[in-house]
């Protein structure tokens, strides 16, 4: 983005930073609107943030271990050189929040369900650093797929994504939208104030089913065991366990609050 001297500023990290911002910017305000602090969230982010990154980087290396293999011990720490994982980042980002709840005293999933949308926006933004890289792209496209839907994207995107002369599909562009609708479909969840929790969980389910999908068709899959894309494997079980946990928690009756703090009430026969 800027080259001036010894100043580099990548788009990339802009990009990233963009989306970070927007969905902080999304969780403080509704934060706010339910009675709790507006500092709450860039709390939280104080220590979400680099522990994400930590954790996104150990899990990559966790799956492309054999790629480490021989070389410099601190190659493993070496994020510059790429090699990060959304799920990664996730799981510590997760976690980090629900200590962070239990110090604050604030119910877990309060904090989960505020935060699902800005998680997903910030997905959604920050898949364009990709897009500027040329990253996390799909097989090259066939003369169908051109017929029928990349001759009307725009230029600029058909552009980038011609790497050696080969038009590669632009699956961070499919990611991106998906996580768009995603982000409408939990805005409009909760505005019938579900129970708590479900925001979050619906979250999860839906952005693994975009996942497993898109997965399919990216170059640069992590594998199991050498067969398995490992996005895909834990896509699978966020689906099925989140919709298990839906269900539990309707069948069980055992939350008895809604998405805004207020107590279900009991309707008298």
Not at 70 to 82: L, N, Y
Not at 158 to 171: A, F, K, S, W
Not at 174 to 196: K, T
Request: glycine fraction near 8%; charged fraction near 15%; hydrophobic fraction near 50%.
């Amino acid at each position: 983005m800027i080259d001036v001297g010894p100043i580099t500023v990548y788009w990339y990290a802009v990009i990233i930073v963009a989306g970070v911002v927007a969905g902080l910017w999304l969780a403080t305000k509704e934060s706010v609107r339910l009675g709790l602090s507006n500092e709450l969230f860039s709390d939280l982010l104080m220590w979400a943030l680099p522990i994400a990154i930590i954790s996104a980087r150990l899990y990559y290396v966790l799956f492309e271990w054999r790629a480490f293999v021989g070389r410099e011990w601190w190659s493993i720490f070496a994020v510059w050189e790429g090699g990060i994982a959304i799920h990664g980042a996730l799981i510590g980002s997760v976690i980090t929040a629900y200590i962070f709840a239990q110090k604050r005293n604030i119910p877990f999933f309060k904090i989960a369900d505020i935060a699902a949308p800005g998680i997903i926006i910030g997905q959604a933004i920050g898949r364009w650093g990709n897009f500027m890289n040329q990253e996390a792209h799909g097989g090259p496209v066939s003369d169908a797929a051109y017929e029928n839907f990349i001759q009307y994207l725009p230029a600029f995107i058909e552009n980038q994504m011609v790497i050696d002369g080969v038009l590669y599909h632009p699956t961070f562009l499919y990611e991106s939208l998906w996580n768009i609708a995603v982000l409408a479909g939990l805005l409009i969840l909760r505005r019938y104030n579900p129970l708590r929790g479900e925001v979050f969980i619906h979250y999860v389910i839906w952005y693994s089913v975009g996942r497993f999908f898109i997965e399919g068709l990216r170059t640069d899959s992590l594998y199991i065991f050498g067969i398995l894309r490992t996005a895909q494997v834990i896509s699978i079980l966020l689906i099925i366990g989140g919709i298990l946990l839906l269900i539990y928690r309707r069948k069980s009756k055992q939350v008895d609050v809604h998405y805004n703090g207020k107590k279900i009430t009991q309707v008298k026969k």
